[in-house]
């Protein structure tokens, strides 16, 4: 029954957290483009939604399977959407390449390779690994973070999102002893408190006000009354 409850609960945060990927897209809409903004984010989810929805389909696991592919459609969508909207379009297109041949050098592996078994425990472990990419994309301005001592280029609601799905996937994985879940939502779950943490450090954000300083008087600056 539990395993039942955490696997909707799990489903439905992860959903939302998928969806934070619409904001970068509103983001990138009102700019007009994509200046200052990478497309890695995207990228990495696709492929670790891909190779988690064939982890899932061999394990025949229908959570997993459920989840990866909602998320599949949703990163596939924004990084069409990312293409369209960003002038470096030839090297994303190289990128595109390199993600396609890892995906058929993953299924030729899993599929049809003579060593069905390796090419399992290699796509395990680049589910692993994708995972915790994943979720500790933002620790990349943790450098800046701390330097600043702002929080102002940490985006809070994926960070809280980045740790409800962690802890939540931790529990369905501890429950279904499941490694591939179970191992890499651990140290997700720790980087999501290393972020959380930075916002209980130095704040929600750093914001300067300026205070108004009125022009002095004539009266002032002549030294007499008028």
């Not at 450098?143 to 939540?168: D, G, M, N, Y």
């Not at 300083?213 to 007499?224: A, C, F, V």
Request: glycine residues 6%; aromatic residues 12%.
């Amino acid at each position: 029954m539990l395993v039942e409850v955490l696997s909707v609960t799990a489903l439905a945060s992860t959903f939302g957290f998928f969806f934070c990927g619409a904001q970068i897209c509103v983001q990138i809409r009102r700019k007009g483009g994509t200046e200052g903004i990478g497309a890695a984010p995207f990228l990495i989810a696709f492929l670790s939604c891909f190779f988690m929805l064939q982890y899932g389909i061999l394990r025949e696991d229908k959570v997993v399977i459920l989840c990866n592919v909602v998320g599949l459609v949703l990163q596939g969508a924004y990084l069409l959407y990312y293409y369209s909207m960003t002038i470096h379009k030839r090297y994303l297109r190289r990128v595109f390449l390199i993600e396609a041949l890892l995906i058929g050098a993953m299924e030729w592996m899993v599929h049809w390779s003579t060593m069905p078994d390796q090419g399992m425990t290699i796509l395990s472990n680049s589910c692993m690994f994708l995972n915790i990419a994943a979720m500790g994309a933002p620790l990349v301005t943790l450098k800046e973070v701390i330097r600043s001592k702002s929080t102002a280029s940490l985006p809070l609601p994926l960070c809280v999102a980045s740790f409800a799905v962690s802890v939540q996937w931790l529990a369905y994985g501890i429950l279904v002893n499941d490694p591939v879940i179970k191992y890499p939502n651990y140290i997700a779950t720790l980087l999501a408190l290393i972020q959380l943490s930075l916002f209980a450090i130095y704040g929600r954000s750093k914001t300067i006000i300026k205070k108004f300083q009125p022009i002095p008087s004539r009266e002032k600056l002549n030294g007499y009354n008028i």
